[in-house]
């Protein structure tokens, strides 16, 4: 059974869930993992006063510095920083837009989100987050230069740490080839797609259950950027960009996905962690 609908959070006309005199943050959850979309400016500080694990900062187009005690790295637009568990702060010294990932594993943060009593009662269906293994070398601040990481062949460039994935995906220019669609679906996990920038069109469909009363009809879902589309286990999958001018998306998993992570090579840090007991890359 289909037991959570797809949601789509349109940041253009919901108000943010914490406002300061420099920096708005929009902060919505899924089942395992909780988003936080910040617009800064210079001077800006997000703090977080004492995580429970790992989490990530991607800097749209913001810079500054991510901080962790005595640790610290700069960062520049297009920089994936992982952040280890503790107290941290992302200081800007340049205004912009930047996407932090948590796990739900912040019952509070988790709490704060816009759409947090649509989780109220769980999430049936999707499996319970378990963290993987640590890293190697132990936690600690991690930065990458994500335009460092294209492959040939590939729009995909997935990043892991011990309890989200990333894919960052290439932007695209132009609308998407209506032939060259990938409609799928995920067995036991939700799908995070944000949208940086562009026009999208997501398309939805769910699989039918011996009760017709619980059948759903095919959902077509458009928003602007910055958005939010939470896609529930089982139901059919797609996104397109419409329209011309630049477009791009980021996938958001939680935990990371085993099925990109038994590629050779797929997941662009993956000598950094390990993958779980007993599982074999192929």
């Given amino acids: ?9 349109d940041y253009q006309k919901l108000p943010p ?3 300061t005199p420099l920096a708005r943050s929009w902060i919505t959850r899924g089942a ?20 429970p694990d790992e989490s990530m900062m991607f800097s749209i187009d913001a810079q500054g510095s991510v901080v962790c005690g005595e640790q610290g790295v700069d960062f520049s637009p297009g920089t994936l920083v992982i952040v280890p568990p503790g107290p941290s702060e992302v200081r800007c010294t340049g205004g912009g837009r930047l996407l932090r990932l948590f796990s739900s594993e ?28 640590d890293p190697v070398g ?3 601040l991690r930065a990458y230069a994500v335009a460092d990481y294209v492959r040939d062949g590939s729009r995909m460039r997935i990043f892991r740490c011990s309890n989200l994935m990333l894919n960052v995906m290439l932007p695209r220019e132009g609308p998407r080839d209506t032939r060259t669609l990938s409609p799928h679906s995920h067995a036991d996990f939700e799908q995070g797609s944000f949208a940086i920038e562009g026009e999208w069109m997501h398309h939805v469909r769910y699989p039918w259950t011996a009760d017709l009363a619980e059948w759903r ?9 910055p958005s939010l589309l939470i896609v529930p286990p089982k139901a059919i999958h797609t996104s397109r960009n419409v329209g011309e001018g630049r477009a791009w998306l980021l996938d958001i998993f939680s935990p990371p996905r085993l099925d990109f992570s038994l590629k050779p090579g797929m997941v662009c840090n993956e000598e950094d962690y390990p993958l779980p007991d007993g599982a074999v890359m192929g």
């Fill in 1 to 9: 059974m289909i037991s959570l609908a797809a949601a789509l959070y």
């Fill in 17 to 19: 869930e914490e406002v």
């Fill in 32 to 51: 395992n993992f909780v988003t936080c979309y910040s617009e800064v400016r210079a001077g800006a500080t997000l703090t977080r006063e004492q995580q």
């Fill in 106 to 133: 912040d019952v509070a943060l988790a709490a704060s989100a816009g759409n947090a009593a649509g989780y109220a009662n769980g999430a049936p269906g999707v499996a319970p987050l378990a963290a993987w293994p």
């Fill in 138 to 140: 132990g936690f600690r």
């Fill in 217 to 225: 009809e095919d959902e077509h879902l458009t928003a602007g950027s």
